[in-house]
Structure formats: C-alpha cells, structure tokens
C-alpha cells in the first residue's frame, strides 16, 4: 500500500531533550516536506526537500533541522525543543514535478513541557 | 508564491450543496489550484484540482472563473462524514516552498 508513515504518532517530552520525528514514504518520491499545524494557523511549512541531500527552508524553520539521505526518508529534528514547538507535525510527498499534490502522512503530536 | 484567502468555519445541513470560495489575486500564469480535505486526527488528502473552468470529480467540482483570481470548492448534498477542514493551495508543480493558509473548517449538521 502506498503511504507515508511517521513515528512517533506521539510524543511528550521536556525542554531542551533533543528528539527526532521520522517519516518514510514507499512510492519512490522525490520530494518530501514537514508542516506544523496549530489552531487558527492551518498548515505551515517548515522544511522541504526536492531530492536527496537537497534540502531547503520553508516558512517556519527556526528551531529545527532536517536531512535526506536517501530518497524514501525525511527526519525532521529538533535540537533543542522548546514548549512553543508543542504541535501537530505533518511529512508530506509528491512526484516529480507535482508538488502541489502531495500524500500526507498521519501526524506526530508532541507536547513539549 | 501566491498567498490564499478562504472562511475560517461554514455551517451546513446534510443534503445541502455546500460552495467554499478561495481568493488568490496573485496567482501566476503556471499556477494549479488544488483543495485537499482534512479529517479531525488524520493527515489532509487531495480531492480535486483545476486550472480553469470546471473540473469534476466523485468527491467534488472545481469552479475557476477566466480570470483566475478565485476558485470555489463544491460539494453536492453533503453528509455527516463531510465535516473537515478543506484547504486551498495555490502552487505549480516545480514549485518547493507551498503556503496552504488556514482552511475551511465545515461542519455539517443532521
């Protein structure tokens, strides 16, 4: 089945504790991207990625790092968390050529206290 | 990159054609509009895109008037299950960075 799988689904944790948020795709997709969503913001960009080791910033960068190693992985993370990253992230892909439609993954939820 | 404007929330009754209207003034020239549907704890999903006139599909129709400056998302004789947050997206395909806005939040009652 094609898909977009995240991991953690969620996650607590603390200031300041360096985490990871991973995100795999299976359809041999070239771009990949990270969105935060949070209330009355709707879906902001963070990171995205047009191929492997290409990587640029989206709208909302600060405060985390991405890298793409291979085509079929995007890990978004976070250094140093702080509480105002406390979100709903979503990895997204698409083929070539076809960024504006992209397949969404399910969402990590983290609570950083 | 051009930047979209829709309602926040719309309120609607089942069996009730539901229009959501999307402004976009400065779409450029290689610019498709695509909507995508977001159900509460899942990821959104694309449901239709167009790049004028209409476009329709089994989910809904896409309405693109000549000078592209807006576009409205249809949904004939909503249900229950059509409560979510649609949203517009102004981009073209070569495009990295994309801006999705805040959506649509629709609520459609019994």
């Known amino acids: 089945e094609a898909q977009v799988t995240q991991n953690p689904r969620y996650l607590i944790t603390v200031t300041g504790k360096k985490l990871t948020v991973t995100c795999s795709q299976n359809m041999n997709h070239e771009y990949m991207s990270w969105y935060r969503q949070d209330p009355g913001l709707g879906l902001r960009q963070i990171y995205y990625?047009?191929?492997?080791?290409?990587?640029d910033k989206g709208d909302v960068p600060e405060g985390y790092k991405v890298s793409r190693k291979e085509k079929r992985n995007f890990p978004l993370i976070l250094e140093s968390p702080s509480p105002n990253q406390t979100s709903l992230y979503f990895c997204?892909?698409?083929?070539?050529?076809?960024?504006?439609?992209?397949?969404f993954g399910p969402g990590t939820r983290l609570l950083v206290l | 990159l051009a930047k979209t404007t829709q309602p926040i929330s719309m309120d609607s009754y089942e069996g009730q054609e539901v229009n959501i209207t999307c402004s976009h003034n400065?779409?450029?020239?290689?610019?498709?509009i695509t909507w995508y549907q977001q159900f509460p704890s899942q990821g959104p999903r694309f449901i239709i895109q167009g790049y004028k006139t209409k476009v329709t599909n089994e989910v809904a129709s896409l309405f693109i008037p000549a000078d592209r400056k807006s576009s409205t998302l249809s949904l004939p004789r909503v249900s229950l299950s059509d409560t979510a947050v649609y949203y517009c997206?102004?981009?073209?395909?070569?495009?990295?960075?994309?801006?999705f806005g805040k959506g649509t939040k629709l609520s459609v009652k019994p």
């Open positions: 997204a892909s698409s083929l070539p050529g076809k960024q504006e439609t992209q397949y």
């Open positions: 997206l102004v981009a073209r395909g070569s495009q990295g960075n994309l801006i």
């Open positions: 990625s047009m191929n492997v080791e290409v990587t």
């Open positions: 400065n779409i450029a020239t290689n610019d498709y």
